[in-house]
């Protein structure tokens, strides 16, 4: 598990162990390393503003925000919490896994430029495993879980299409986990958890766990990947 600092705070021996654990999850998914780039989503949302917002949770928010950072068309990611009170909204709290938060990530995006299904297929692809129950590689508790927390009834309606699309095609070799919960709201985190990938690329849970992600974001996604990031801390938020 992550330290609430803002850095590791890890002996060699601990470092060590969490080296492997993550070697251990990169090896799981390399079998699935072929179908990273899974299909879109037949189902999709027209645009309907100059602006769209979903929040997602795939694990440590450091990862999925460095992808969709990376993701062209994107406006903004932050990492935060979503699907319990504002009064635990706290990293120290959160780590419990006994508040009903997730970690995730509030992803605006430009429908003009990127439409709600491709965000929707690259957090499936890329940005976590939906196959894992309340864990991520070596992060385990509900607040690691992979869920969806829409902005409205059709932001749900075609990420439940998505998910069922995808379990029918057998694209996993597991059945999805994803949890979809509305009408959930989001609390932006700590300053010190915004930009973390970008600002600490070679921290070993970073370089293990999370770089690979956005790697795999510009080989499987080449036309939506971005190699300048979008930053919350340039955008003031």
Not at 56 to 64: H, R
Not at 167 to 182: G, L, M, Q, S
Request: hydrophobic share 40%; proline share 6%.
């Amino acid at each position: 598990m992550r330290s609430s600092m803002p850095v590791k705070r890890l002996g060699i021996a601990a470092v060590a162990l969490s080296a492997a654990i993550g070697i251990g999850f990169a090896a799981s998914r390399s079998s699935a390393e072929e179908v990273r780039a899974i299909p879109a989503p037949v189902a999709d949302l027209a645009p309907s503003g100059e602006q769209e917002t979903v929040v997602l949770a795939g694990g440590c928010f450091w990862g999925v925000q460095g992808v969709f950072q990376h993701t062209a068309g994107v406006t903004s990611a932050v990492s935060g919490y979503a699907g319990g009170d504002k009064g635990t909204a706290r990293y120290e709290t959160v780590s419990s896994g006994a508040t009903g938060h997730a970690e995730a990530v509030r992803v605006t995006y430009d429908p003009r430029r990127i439409s709600y299904g491709r965000i929707l297929q690259i957090y499936f692809s890329v940005a976590h495993d939906p196959t894992q129950l309340n864990r991520q590689g070596p992060d385990s508790g509900t607040q690691y879980r992979s869920a969806i927390f829409p902005a409205n009834a059709e932001q749900s309606r075609v990420a439940r299409s998505y998910i069922a699309q995808l379990d029918e095609a057998h694209v996993y070799d597991a059945a999805i986990v994803t949890k979809i919960e509305p009408d959930r709201a989001f609390y932006p985190a700590e300053a010190y958890h915004q930009d973390y990938l970008t600002l600490h690329p070679n921290q070993p849970y970073i370089a293990i766990n999370d770089v690979p992600k956005v790697e795999a974001l510009s080989r499987f996604f080449p036309d939506l990947y971005a190699a300048k990031p979008v930053l919350v801390a340039s955008a003031g938020e």
